[in-house]
C-alpha cells in the first residue's frame, strides 16, 4: 500500500523543496517508485532540483486541475536527470512556470477537489510505492487537502521565533484533521546551537516526535539548487540525517 506524505512549512525559505527533493532521492536510491507532486502552483521551484527543463514540458498539474489532461500525462520521469542511477524511479509532477497561468490561479482558483482524485490516480497508474506533495507554504484549501488525504506529515521549520509560532498553527491543524503520522524537521541550525536542546525543545513544545535538527551548510548553500545534495555529497553528515528523515517518514 503506498504512503502519501506531504511536506509543509509554515513560511517560505525553510528548505522545504530540498528536503522533499533529497528524500525522494533516498526512497529511489531504495529501489522504490516515487512520486512528487509540486503543489506550490503560485511559486513552483522543485523541478529545478530535478534537472527538470520545463521547455520540456507538454502538461502540468495546472492542466489537470483545468481538465486539459489526466495527471498520468502530467507526470515525467526525471530519474535519468540525476547525477547517480538509482535503482528506483521518481516521477515529477510539475506546477507550471507560465506567468500568465499562476496569474489565473490567484485570479480564479481551481477544483480542489480534483487533487485527492489525482494523488490516487497517480498512485494506480505509475505503481507508486510512495507519493511525496511538496505543499504551498502557509495554510490554504489545497494545503489542508493534501494534509488531510496523507498518512504522514513532514513539517520544516527553522529555530527562529516566527517559525515556532507558525508551526504552532500548523500542528494545530494537523491534529485536527486526525493526520497519522507527524514529523518535525528542524532545518538551517546555526552551529552556536546546542541541537540537542533545540531538539528537546521542539519535542516538548509541539509533542511532537523530531526527525532530525538539520545544520546549516555552506555546501548546500553553495550549491544552490544545482542538484541532490545527498546524490552530490553521498558521505556527509547532512546526508545521513536526510537519510535519518526517510526512514521515519516512512517507518
Excluded at 500500500?1 to 531504495?30: L, P
Excluded at 526525471?78 to 535503482?87: C, G, H, Y
Excluded at 497508474?125 to 511525496?132: G, M, N
Amino acid at each position: 500500500m503506498a504512503k502519501i506524505v506531504s511536506i509543509h512549512s509554515f513560511r517560505g525559505g525553510t528548505g522545504k523543496s530540498n528536503t522533499t527533493a533529497n528524500v525522494a532521492a533516498i526512497f529511489a536510491g531504495q529501489g522504490l517508485s516515487v512520486g512528487v507532486v509540486d503543489t506550490d502552483i503560485q511559486s513552483p521551484g522543485i523541478h529545478v532540483l530535478f534537472g527538470f527543463d520545463e521547455s520540456t514540458m507538454e502538461y502540468s498539474l495546472n492542466d489537470y486541475l483545468w481538465g486539459k489532461c489526466s495527471i498520468n500525462e502530467a507526470a515525467y520521469e526525471v530519474t535519468p536527470n540525476l547525477e547517480s542511477r538509482l535503482p528506483g524511479k521518481i516521477y515529477l509532477i510539475p506546477s507550471s512556470l507560465n506567468a500568465g497561468e499562476i496569474a489565473r490561479v490567484l485570479r480564479e482558483g481551481y477544483d480542489v477537489g480534483l487533487l485527492n482524485d489525482g494523488f490516487h490516480d497517480l498512485i494506480e497508474a505509475l505503481e507508486l510505492d510512495v507519493l511525496l506533495i511538496d505543499t504551498h507554504p502557509g495554510l490554504n484549501e489545497e494545503t489542508l487537502l493534501s494534509v488531510a488525504v496523507s498518512d504522514v506529515m513532514g513539517v520544516i521549520m527553522r529555530p527562529d521565533q516566527q517559525d515556532f509560532q507558525g508551526t504552532s498553527v500548523t500542528v494545530e491543524v494537523a491534529r485536527k484533521l486526525n493526520v497519522p503520522k507527524l514529523v518535525i524537521v528542524v532545518n538551517k541550525t546555526p552551529p552556536v546551537y546546542d541541537f540537542e536542546q533545540v531538539k528537546r525543545q521542539v519535542e516538548n513544545q509541539y509533542q511532537a516526535s523530531v526527525a532530525a535538527v538539520l545544520p546549516h551548510s555552506d555546501e548546500m548553500m553553495a550549491l544552490a539548487s544545482g542538484g541532490i545534495f545527498a546524490l552530490r555529497f553521498p558521505d556527509h553528515d547532512l546526508t545521513r540525517l536526510y537519510h535519518h528523515i526517510a526512514a521515519q517518514l516512512l517507518d
